[in-house]
């Protein structure tokens, strides 16, 4: 059922506790405290606390505003004090949920997030997951041990889950405008969560259960992984057939009906794609379910890095030259435009394979000053590069409002956005 008006006839909220901030979290405070909540932000990290406390956060420019203001308001406040949680009418949990280097769910943070709270949980609160995770979390992490420590959930506390929807560096899809999906354990616990959930954005969908809510956030960005892998399939095959991949995007999003434009691109990253299908496919191998077409999908995902570096070596070639000792420089290591975030950024995995083949590997990245590779090597940003000292530049992420134009001085240029604008690099530039 669709809800777009608050329940009535609940208990007064005036003050709310996350847990985590990170690229969830801290948005997620800044909302609640613009909606006139006293907000308590709780994260295990003093310097992470302290970097915000400082006014450095990756955020879009209205939440960095919201930031700026927060800090010099009452009623926001930032702690590594999780004993602060029994002070809040409510918890939030956003916290990461990450993979391990075998692609299975590394469920420590949360667990240790759930259990903190299960700590300090009082009676009347609402506890919201907004977490990413497998169906059933939210009975098995919170409801199940609320109940063996004598809470009555639904009367005298109150649960749901509400997956995050919150896109870092994306100014058209705020949170405040994206709806969220809601569900609570009990149909009160769904009516004191909306109202928690409600001061971030006014659309609320609310399903029947936490494990529905659980669900859709699964079925979201899987949708997504599908569509990336069909999308970097279908530039592969236009390559083949000497054709331009985006212009047969443009031409086929035309159509108002029945199709949905997804774009080609070096690979995946962030906290969402690279890891949430991997929960749906490690709790279907537990309960011996199958998902092939996803298995698939996250199975192109993962090569395409390998892929591109093909590619790259394929325009040595054409050059005359090895990838042994070639020296490569790769343009934006963050997973998207416009955001610092490294997390499982697919630039990494590039230069980690065009390294071990034998390629002299450097980058840019006006945003990332320094990156860690898988071996552990410490690799610095180029500083005001020069196009001419590269024998290739692979372009992986342009971060808009600088300069690129040094590009058009390196030799060849590989463009695996498939969408840089390449005129002034004109007879050089080579499509991945």
């Given amino acids: 059922m669709t809800v777009t008006e608050s329940p009535a006839g609940r208990a007064a909220l005036s003050s ?21 909540l006293n907000v308590i932000g709780i994260d295990h990290d003093p310097s992470r606390l302290a970097a915000i406390e400082s006014g450095d956060a990756d955020l879009i420019d209205a939440d960095q505003r919201r930031l700026d203001k927060s800090l010099q308001e009452a009623g926001f406040e930032l702690t590594t004090d999780v004993s602060r949680l029994a002070e809040a009418d409510a918890v939030l949990v956003c916290v990461p949920t990450p993979v391990d280097r075998y692609q299975l769910p590394d469920l420590r943070p949360l667990q240790g997030a759930c259990e903190t709270l299960l700590t300090h949980a009082t009676r009347g609160q609402v506890l919201i997951l907004t977490s990413t995770s497998y169906v059933g979390t939210t009975t098995r992490m919170l409801v199940d041990p609320l109940q063996d420590k004598g809470f009555t959930v639904g009367e005298d506390i109150f649960v749901a889950s509400s997956p995050e929807r919150i896109d870092p560096g994306n100014v058209t899809h705020t949170q405040q405008d994206t709806p969220r999906v809601l569900g609570g354990v009990t149909p009160a616990c769904g009516e004191r969560a909306q109202r928690v959930i409600e001061v971030l954005t006014p659309a609320v969908h609310r399903v029947d259960s936490p494990e529905a809510a659980e669900m859709t956030k699964l079925y979201e960005n899987s949708f997504r992984a599908v ?135 450097d980058y840019y990245d006006p945003l990332v000053m320094r990156v860690t590779l898988a071996d552990g090597t410490v690799a610095d940003s180029a500083i005001d590069p020069d196009g001419a000292d590269w024998d290739l530049v692979l372009i992986h992420t342009v971060h808009p409002g600088h300069d690129y134009g040094w590009i058009s001085d390196c030799p060849i240029v590989v463009d695996a956005t498939y969408r840089f604008d390449s005129t002034a690099a004109a007879g050089h530039t080579q499509p991945v």
Wanted: with cysteine; aromatic share 6%.
């Fill in 227 to 361: 569509n990336i892998a069909l999308a970097n399939e279908f530039a592969d095959i236009c390559a083949g057939l000497a054709l331009d991949p985006i212009e047969v995007i443009d031409a086929a999003a035309t159509k108002p009906y029945g199709f949905m434009a997804f774009h080609p691109g070096p690979g995946v990253g962030g906290h969402c794609i690279p890891c949430d299908p991997h929960y749906l496919l490690w709790q279907l191998r537990e309960t011996r379910g199958a998902a092939p077409l996803v298995s698939q999908a996250m199975h192109s995902i993962a090569e395409r890095p390998k892929q591109v570096v093909d590619r790259v070596i394929d325009a040595l070639s054409g050059a005359g030259k090895g990838l042994g000792g070639a020296r490569v420089i790769v343009a934006g290591v963050s997973y998207k435009p416009g955001v610092r975030d490294v997390r499982s950024s697919s630039a990494l995995d590039i230069m980690d394979h065009l390294a071990h083949r034998g390629a002299k590997v």
């Fill in 16 to 36: 709310v506790a996350v847990i985590g901030m990170g690229y969830v979290g801290l948005p997620t405070a800044l909302g609640l405290h613009a909606g006139g």
